[in-house]
Nanobody, 121 residues
Framework: QVQFVESGGGLVQPGASLRLSCAPA????????MAWYRQAPGKERDLVAE???????KYQDSVKDRFTISRDNAKNTVYLQMNSLKVEDTAVYFC???????????????WGQGTQVTVSS
């Protein structure tokens, strides 16, 4: 079973920056769409940003101009650069990927375990 592992979360002050990373723990045949979701306490999990196989990004309105999603296809890794962080960005951030684990297997959806981002003064 392929696992995607996030890193880069932490506690920062408002206005600071963080960079999240997510990569598969082992080998994987092909990764397609990759995305970041977040879930604040008591709220549903929401899409923050996504990026297509060809690198086309889309963002939730609340993070446009502050967050940048990117990917390294050679490493099957997705990044989320978060600038000008706000208290309301506090949440657990989850990596999501659509991928084919092995040649000949079908397309599956994978989730990371989540990484906590806390923005507080």
């Amino acid at each position: 079973q392929v696992q995607f592992v996030e890193s880069g979360g932490g506690l920062v002050q408002p206005g600071a920056s963080l960079r999240l990373s997510c990569a598969p723990a082992g080998s994987i045949f092909k990764v397609y769409r990759m995305a970041w979701y977040r879930q604040a306490p008591g709220k549903e999990r929401d899409l923050v940003a996504e990026i297509s196989t060809f690198g086309v990004p889309k963002y939730q309105d609340s993070v446009k101009d502050r967050f940048t999603i990117s990917r390294d296809n050679a490493k099957n890794t997705v990044y989320l650069q978060m600038n000008s962080l706000k208290v309301e960005d506090t949440a657990v951030y989850f990596c999501n990927a659509e991928a084919v684990a092995q040649y000949g297997s079908g397309l599956s959806e994978y989730w990371g375990q989540g990484t906590q981002v806390t923005v507080s003064s």
